[in-house]
């Protein structure tokens, strides 16, 4: 097997509303920690760059700038960041046919630009457009972890 395909088996993309679930330490948050980020199935978790900053600005609102800045840089240092530039034009094609968040096109243009699943909460927005979605996209929600 090469080790493309390995990468890909062991990979997956994570959308900010899932780091957010982990970091509120709610019950969804804990059982995707455990299903899936302790799972040694998982090796490599990807984030697009812009998950960085909507972490930083949601906890900021909560625990002050300084304290956001230093738990979400703490946190994010398993997470590899898919380059931002290789991203451009895929995330605009997505935000151009879906009416989702420029945020969520980040993530999902990662997942279908490495050809790896993406785990996302069920938010009212994916799911309007996740039919057509999914046949270009892997996409998971946390919610249907078992």
């Known amino acids: 097997m090469s080790e493309k395909k390995t990468s890909r088996d062991n990979s997956i993309v994570t ?3 899932v780091l957010i679930e982990i970091l509120e330490n709610t019950p969804l948050g804990n059982k995707f920690f455990q299903k899936v980020l302790s799972s040694a199935q998982f090796q490599v978790f990807y984030i697009a760059p812009i998950i ?5 600005y949601i906890l900021c609102r909560r625990k002050g ?3 956001a800045i ?3 840089s703490d946190f994010l240092k398993g997470f590899k960041r898919y380059p931002e530039e290789k991203l451009r034009n895929e995330a605009a094609h997505l935000k151009c046919d879906f009416a989702i968040s420029l945020a969520d096109c980040y993530s999902l ?8 699943p993406i785990y996302m909460k069920k938010e009212i927005e994916i799911l309007k457009v996740f039919e057509k979605l ?6 998971k929600f946390i919610e249907d972890l078992t």
């Open 15 to 17: 959308d900010t509303s």
């Open 52 to 56: 960085d900053t909507e972490l930083k």
């Open 65 to 67: 700038y300084d304290n």
């Open 109 to 116: 243009a990662t997942a279908k630009l490495l050809d790896i």
């Open 134 to 139: 999914s046949t270009c996209i892997k996409i």
């Open 70 to 72: 230093e738990i979400i």
